[in-house]
């Protein structure tokens, strides 16, 4: 049997599993990886009452994973270096072949819909378009050692042509093809970016301040959304799916929702430690599964409602 049906039974029997009576505790939210025990886990159940379900198998040892915002793909590393794209549906997963000489990521930074994906390394940044079904090699950048984003300093958009880079050396919008760049802001250290679904206008966290800009590659009008001295602290910035609000985090999971069309915002704080602000299904996750609780954000409630997932018991 080769490796990629080996997987997709293994994964299979997984799925099979969880939904034996008495295993499925209410709806699915998504997927996440847990640091602690190196695999993927379903989060199960609803805000205030969900729980990270057992560990997803797979015939490998992972280094790291890394889940598209629809919950319909996960990246793979492997402690072999290998790399495996693993599409998630309710009938189950398989692996599905990528096309192009794909180098191992550091991490994955995937564009608002998750149709597109930025996979980091030292020296550059690789696309690959064509996600979930299809993964196939767009374009590369190579960065310089003074141009390498930080966490949550790096955006694509969903059609894979652009490329939005925070650094020392400011901000700046890259082309995936031919790689020119466009400088946004002269300074982007300490700034939290984000891709519109399907569209080019961006959103930047920076220096206290939000702001919105149209047609990033194009007019690239910027228009002022907030300002607040907790933002100086901003781990991340994300828009709603229909594009009409756009949220923030700082450090300390204080969340800030701006409806765009009526200029109007609501903070909420909840004292997390937060890493990021990354879109999970209807969902955003604060921070990463491990040995303490996952931080989630519901922004279906009116104002951001945060809530947390418990660890996974150590045994599981």
């Known amino acids: 049997m080769s490796t990629r049906k080996l997987l997709a039974s293994f994964l299979l029997l997984g799925a099979a599993a ?25 989060v199960r159940g609803v805000p205030g009452a969900a729980t990270l379900g057992d560990l997803l198998a797979v015939p490998y040892s992972l280094e790291a994973g890394f889940v598209a915002p629809r919950q319909d793909l996960a990246v793979l590393v492997a402690t072999d270096g290998t790399t495996h794209w693993i ?12 096309q192009g000489s794909i180098a191992t990521p ?22 690959v378009t064509g996600l979930p079904s299809s993964p196939a090699l767009a374009g590369s950048v190579t960065l310089a050692p003074d141009r390498q ?7 694509v958009s969903d059609d894979g042509a652009w490329l939005l880079l925070a650094s020392g050396n400011g901000l700046r919008l890259v082309a995936v093809a031919g790689g020119g760049s466009i400088t946004l802001m002269p300074n982007g250290q300490s700034a939290a970016v984000a891709f519109a679904p399907g569209s080019h206008d ?13 047609d990033a590659a194009g007019s690239a009008v910027q228009q002022a959304v907030a300002q607040n001295p907790a933002l100086a ?16 985090a700082n450090a300390t999971g204080s969340i800030w929702s701006f409806d765009l069309a009526a200029g ?33 954000v519901d922004p279906n409630a009116g104002s951001p409602r945060v809530f947390f997932v418990p660890p996974a018991p150590t045994s599981n």
């Open 18 to 42: 969880a939904a034996q009576p008495g295993q499925l505790s209410g709806p699915v939210a998504g997927y996440v990886y847990d640091r602690t025990a190196a695999a993927l886990r379903p």
């Open 87 to 98: 599409a998630l549906s309710g009938h189950g997963a398989t692996e599905v072949a990528a």
């Open 264 to 296: 109007t915002g609501v903070q909420q704080s909840s004292g997390a430690l937060a890493t990021g602000l990354e879109p999970m299904g209807g969902f955003f996750r604060l921070n990463q599964a491990g040995a303490g609780p996952l931080w989630l």
């Open 106 to 127: 550091e991490r994955v930074v995937f564009s608002p819909t998750g149709t597109a994906a930025a996979l980091v390394a030292s020296d550059s940044v690789q696309v």
């Open 149 to 155: 984003p930080g966490r949550g300093r790096l955006a």
């Open 233 to 248: 602290r901003a781990v991340g910035v994300a828009f709603s799916a229909d594009g009409a609000t756009l949220y923030a």
């Open 202 to 214: 961006a959103a930047i966290a920076s220096d206290g301040a939000v702001t919105w800009i149209h």
